[in-house]
């Protein structure tokens, strides 16, 4: 079986991959992740899951590289880490009552050197809260590394009213139903033997 790599340091990712029971090493892409203007993002998402794992294939020939980026959509508009509480208070005011689409982008590049690429987007509706709330929940979680801020592995499911995806690992980072087809099409089956 070839090796795998994960072109992610995200710890959010990395405890996603172990529930496959792989090895697998972690590598961190060198990718400028800015949207492009006039990007749309989907596309961003994407491109950037498929520029991480191509920056980590260059020093890992022979392996499995998977990447990811996740891109949150209001309305056209991409919302991205806010690496900052008060980013991060901007951002849950105005997602509050909305529905916000979260494009989990999966990339993932075989032995040989071809790659696959898909999105697989959860769609969330936000409740709408007090301030107050979202504040305690950011000063609680400190989700500044999240797209949108929200956190649904842990107290950021108070946030949300509803989600809808074909995939629950999506939201979280790892779209995992996604990865294991994309890892059969590179010759690694699972559940291992």
Do not use: N
């Given at each position: 079986?070839?090796?795998?790599?994960?072109?992610?340091?995200?710890?959010?990712?990395?405890?996603?991959?172990?529930?496959?029971?792989?090895?697998?090493?972690?590598?961190?892409?060198?990718?400028?992740?800015?949207?492009?203007?006039?990007?749309?993002?989907?596309?961003?998402?994407?491109?950037?899951?498929?520029?991480?794992?191509?920056?980590?294939?260059?020093?890992q020939p022979g392996?499995?590289?998977?990447?990811?980026?996740?891109?949150?959509?209001?309305?056209?508009?991409?919302?991205?880490?806010?690496?900052?509480?008060?980013?991060?208070?901007?951002?849950?005011?105005?997602?509050?009552?909305?529905?916000?689409?979260?494009?989990?982008?999966?990339?993932?590049?075989?032995?040989?050197?071809?790659?696959?690429?898909?999105?697989?987007?959860?769609?969330?509706?936000?409740?709408?809260?007090?301030?107050?709330?979202?504040?305690?929940?950011?000063?609680?979680?400190?989700?500044?590394?999240?797209?949108?801020?929200?956190k649904i592995e842990?107290?950021?499911?108070?946030?949300?009213?509803?989600?809808?995806?074909?995939?629950?690992?999506?939201?979280?980072?790892?779209?995992?139903?996604?990865?294991?087809?994309?890892?059969?099409?590179?010759?690694?089956?699972?559940?291992?033997?």
């Open positions: 079986m070839p090796s795998i790599v994960l072109a992610s340091t995200s710890p959010y990712r990395r405890e996603l991959l172990h529930r496959l029971r792989l090895p697998f090493s972690v590598r961190s892409p060198q990718v400028d992740e800015d949207a492009r203007p006039g990007e749309a993002p989907r596309d961003t998402a994407c491109r950037l899951a498929l520029a991480k794992a191509r920056a980590v294939a260059l020093d392996a499995v590289v998977i990447g990811s980026d996740q891109v949150a959509d209001v309305d056209g508009e991409a919302l991205s880490k806010p690496g900052s509480h008060e980013a991060a208070l901007v951002q849950l005011t105005r997602m509050q009552g909305r529905e916000v689409v979260f494009h989990t982008a999966l990339a993932v590049i075989g032995p040989d050197g071809t790659h696959q690429v898909d999105d697989v987007p959860t769609a969330v509706r936000f409740r709408v809260l007090p301030v107050e709330q979202l504040d305690a929940y950011l000063r609680a979680e400190k989700p500044y590394d999240c797209a949108g801020a929200a842990s107290l950021g499911i108070t946030l949300l009213e509803s989600v809808r995806s074909d995939d629950p690992t999506a939201l979280i980072g790892l779209p995992l139903i996604r990865l294991t087809s994309m890892l059969a099409a590179c010759g690694v089956r699972l559940p291992a033997p």
